[in-house]
Each structure stands twice: as structure tokens, then as C-alpha cells.
């Protein structure tokens, strides 16, 4: 089996989005570009990946949303050296088709109150929906695996929460210890590095806005990013 060495996540570039979330109302969630600060974030982003990747191969899997197919595109990687699959199971979490900023806003009070990977969204996803399906898609990677020619590097072009529950699926976290995390920033970087000892490690943690809540029968362990080899935005909000 041929594990590769570094499996990079990284979420999409600023987004129209980001600076505006009335235009949720007026455009499809997955049509939503990049901003021109989103550009630079990428393009700055891209040219430590490169200096990362030197001349080794690398596996791309991108959501096919539009921010993060053109912040992958302002990566300017070597054509000659990617592999590139557009991975549907990685997209953003569902939020409805046409958002309303008012509903969306009390829909997330009632998503604080509830829990952030129970509530499901009135015409969306629930965290545990999106889980399920980046679950999925971490089996799907695992197997590709077995390939004796695979890069030595992997590289996941997605969204903030896509990032967490890949790392809580991959790392074995709690509901917990996934509630008390934030997303990253855009066009941010979190790296899983295979040791010596046969086990990734996360480079660097998730920010907390937190502490995690102790539950009786499962404790309370730390978030240490480091897993076997199977298997933050304050409060996750990663639009």
C-alpha cells in the first residue's frame, strides 16, 4: 500500500459569500465566486503549496463548488505533475436552496441551541449528513491507496466544515470535541503527516471557541490530531 506522506486540506478562498450574505438570496449557494481578496488569499496559499510539493505528484480532489474549483485554479500547480477529480461528496453542507438571510439566522440560533452536528437545516443538512458522506469519500481515498504508483501527496481542495468532520472521521474525535472546534480561515491550510511510526498527525490544531463538554460514558479526550492510518469560522459557520 502506497500511503502518501502528506494528505493537505485546505478551504476555499474568500467567497461573495463571506463579505455578503444576502446574495445567498439572490444566487445559488454553489455558483458563488471568489472576491478578489478570496483570489489573493488563494494565489498567496498556491505558492506554498508548490514550494510544499517541489516536482512530487499530487492527487487532487476538489468540491465542485465554484469557489472552490477557482481557488484550486489560482494554485497555479503543475498541470504536468496533478492528478484532478472533482469529488461531489466534499461540498459545502446544504442549506436550502434559496436562503432567506432572516430564516437562515434563526435557523442558526436554533442550530446553537440544538447542537451543531445534529441540527438539520430546514430544507439542508444537518452536520452528521455532511459527515456521513465525507466518511464515504475518506473510505473512497483509503482504497486508492492500494495503487502502487500514488502520489506521495494528496490534496483536498473543500470547505471549513468538510475540513472538521474529515479530521474527526480520520482522527476518531467526539461529538464533543467536533462541537468546541472553529473553522479555518479561508484559504487556510491543515496537514496530515504520516510519521515514522506508521500514523498521521495533524500539523495544526482547530482553533477552539470552546472547551468540549464531558459526557458520562465516553469522558473526555484530547483533540491531539494524531490517528491511526484507517479510519473553525467561530461556531462552524463556513459560508
Not at 488569499?41 to 508548490?50: K, M, V, W, Y
Not at 443538512?125 to 501527496?153: K, M, Q
Amino acid at each position: 500500500m502506497a500511503r502518501p506522506r502528506r494528505i493537505v486540506l485546505v478551504r476555499h478562498g474568500e467567497s461573495t459569500g463571506n463579505v455578503d450574505d444576502t446574495v445567498y438570496e439572490r444566487e445559488p449557494d454553489h455558483a458563488l465566486g471568489l472576491t478578489g481578496r478570496g483570489t489573493k488569499q488563494a494565489e498567496a496559499t498556491g505558492e506554498r503549496l508548490r514550494d510544499l510539493f517541489g516536482q512530487e505528484r499530487v492527487s487532487v480532489y476538489v468540491s465542485p463548488y465554484r469557489r472552490t474549483l477557482e481557488t484550486l485554479h489560482a494554485f497555479h500547480l503543475d498541470p504536468d505533475r496533478i492528478r484532478v477529480r472533482e469529488e461531489p461528496r466534499l461540498r459545502e453542507q446544504d442549506w436550502g436552496n434559496w436562503q432567506d438571510r432572516e430564516d437562515v439566522r434563526l435557523q442558526k440560533a436554533y442550530r446553537d441551541a440544538y447542537g451543531h452536528f445534529f441540527y438539520r437545516f430546514a430544507q439542508g443538512e444537518s452536520g452528521a449528513d455532511v459527515y456521513d458522506r465525507v466518511g464515504g469519500f475518506l473510505e473512497s481515498l483509503f482504497r486508492s491507496f492500494e495503487a502502487p504508483d500514488h502520489p506521495p501527496n494528496v490534496l483536498i481542495v473543500t470547505h471549513g466544515l468538510a475540513m472538521r468532520l474529515f479530521c474527526m472521521r480520520w482522527f476518531h474525535w467526539t461529538v464533543a470535541e467536533f462541537e468546541s472546534l472553529s473553522n479555518p480561515g479561508n484559504a487556510e491550510v491543515r496537514m496530515l503527516v504520516l510519521g515514522e511510526n506508521g500514523k498521521y498527525a495533524l500539523d495544526k490544531p482547530f482553533e477552539r471557541w470552546r472547551e468540549p463538554e464531558r459526557y458520562p460514558i465516553t469522558g473526555q479526550t484530547e483533540c491531539t490530531g494524531v490517528g491511526e492510518s484507517r479510519m473553525g469560522e467561530l461556531r462552524g459557520d463556513d459560508h
